[in-house]
């Protein structure tokens, strides 16, 4: 067992978890945090994607222990009250999902992507960017679709709060 | 996935200390090979012991013929490193090409060179740039250092610590890839030395991991230009055949992937 502090969405959680716990277990299992999906477990699907330290990670495979003391993202974190985060309101836009099961993870993946490209984004590289997600329903067009537009959004507003 | 003790020692002698008195025990980099084959219980280590913290194993630096990498520096930041781009460009794009984003933010370059999976990608750039593996206790050639399927010489409890590419005079890469898991069936990292000496690594294919392939060296230190391998061929009885491409298929893409990697010096391709 292990003491590990995490700050998850801002807040700090400190817990004694075993060694091997994972760290989508200890978003789901250990703060109820279940947003952040398990699809595959073998880090394939990225339907656990969080972004952890600036990074886009696949929470199912990396140990809760081995990233004490960093900063976690997840989907609860993006919106604010009711209303959406940019890129959660573009994908209900553009009709990006329609189970919903890989969206948290596409949708984190996604957010990281526009902010390490500053929201310089052509369909090329969101459709290689998104390699590690993968969605069994929308045939990803509405996908990047919501991305791009997101990623639009992003670039407009950081070129307002710049003049 | 079994109970295991985590660990995350600050130096090397520790990491090593504690890697002789524990029963075992693994080290742990990326864990994006280790904790996978954990959790399908194909490893179970009683001990891992985080190497991601110690010092030496971190750091690019550069030299005017020499790249050294830290072992714990993920795929992501070779990727973007524009002091390797400017010397060896190839090497920043096979890094890039490895897995997907999430994959590349955490997996390292020395977890995929002491794991030396016969589909994995640094393993071919080790042999083209005639790399040599610093480990806590000596150092090893690239020639010396892989030794078949998933085995290499280090010894149990050796850590690879830093590993120096020879900047080459230009090179290549181009892997064709499984489309479903999106390994390399077949990629070659062809790469000419200020000596004159021309390398073709070859991995993804060989039935004993990644090799050298001397007869299109041989063909290209001729006349290094595309077409001097055309129609030459690596004997099949030494790649691998499987429900993912037979061998015959795979030694037709081995003379693809090199002329390929012929015709983008100074780049990659990826297919
Ligand atoms: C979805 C997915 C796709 C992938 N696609 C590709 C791909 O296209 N191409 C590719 O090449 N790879 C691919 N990989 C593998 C990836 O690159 C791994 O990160 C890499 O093979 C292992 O690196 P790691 O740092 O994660 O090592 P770990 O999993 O931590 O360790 C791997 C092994 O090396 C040992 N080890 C680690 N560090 C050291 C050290 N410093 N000294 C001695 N021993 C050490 C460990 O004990 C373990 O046995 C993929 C992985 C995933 C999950
Ligand atoms: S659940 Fe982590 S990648 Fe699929
Ligand atoms: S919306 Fe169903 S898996 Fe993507």
Not at chain 1, 40 to 67: E, N, W
Not at chain 1, 93 to 113: D, K, R, W, Y
Request: net charge negative.
């Amino acid at each position: 067992m292990s003491k590990v502090a995490i700050t998850v969405n801002g807040t700090l959680h400190t817990k004694e978890v075993e060694d091997r716990t994972l760290l989508v277990q200890f978003l789901r299992d250990h703060l109820g945090l279940t947003g952040t999906h398990v699809g595959c477990d073998t880090t394939q699907c990225g339907a656990c994607t969080v972004i952890v330290d600036g990074k886009a990670v696949k929470s199912c495979t990396i140990l809760a222990a081995s990233i004490e003391g960093a900063s976690v993202s997840t989907v609860e974190g993006l919106a604010d009250g009711e209303k959406l985060h940019d890129v959660q309101a573009a994908f209900h836009e553009h009709h990006g999902l329609q189970c919903g099961f890989c969206t948290p993870g596409m949708i984190m993946a996604s957010v990281n992507m526009i902010e390490r490209h500053d929201g310089v984004l052509d369909e090329a590289t969101v459709r290689h960017e998104l390699e590690g997600n993968l969605c069994r329903c929308t045939g990803y067009h509405n996908i990047i679709k919501a991305v791009l537009s997101a990623a639009e959004k992003h670039r407009t507003a950081h070129a307002v709060a710049a003049e | 996935m079994y109970e295991t003790t985590y660990h995350k020692p600050g130096t090397l002698q520790e990491a090593v200390s504690l890697f002789s008195e524990v029963e075992e025990a693994a080290y742990l980099s990326g864990g994006h090979t280790l904790i996978p084959t954990m959790k399908g219980r194909l490893a179970a280590p009683a001990h891992l012991i985080d190497v991601r913290r110690i010092p030496e194993l971190s750091g690019i630096t550069v030299g005017p013929d020499r790249i050294i990498i830290g072992a714990a520096t993920t795929h992501a930041t070779v990727a973007a490193s524009e002091k390797i781009r400017a010397l060896i460009p190839s090497l920043c794009g096979l890094a890039g090409s490895i897995g997907d984003v999430q994959v590349r933010h955490v997996g390292t370059i020395g977890g995929s060179v002491a794991n030396n999976d016969p589909a994995a990608d640094y393993p071919s750039a080790v042999l083209a740039l005639d790399a040599t593996l610093h480990t806590d206790r000596r150092s090893i050639p690239a020639s010396e250092y892989f030794d078949g399927l998933y085995t290499t010489t280090l010894e149990p409890g050796e850590i690879l610590v830093r590993i120096e590419f020879k900047v080459p005079e230009i090179a290549g890469y181009a892997k064709f890839r499984n489309p479903a898991s999106r390994y390399a069936l077949a990629a070659a990292f062809v790469a000419r030395h200020r000596d004159g000496n021309i390398h073709v690594a070859i991995t993804g294919a060989g039935n004993a991991g990644v090799f050298r392939w001397t007869e299109a060296e041989e063909a290209l230190q001729a006349r290094f230009e595309p077409d001097a391998v055309k129609g030459l061929l690596p004997d099949e009885n030494d790649l691998m055949g499987d429900m993912h491409a037979p061998a015959d298929y795979r030694a037709n893409l081995v003379g693809v992937v090199t002329r390929r990697a012929v015709e983008n010096l100074g780049g990659i391709l990826i297919e």
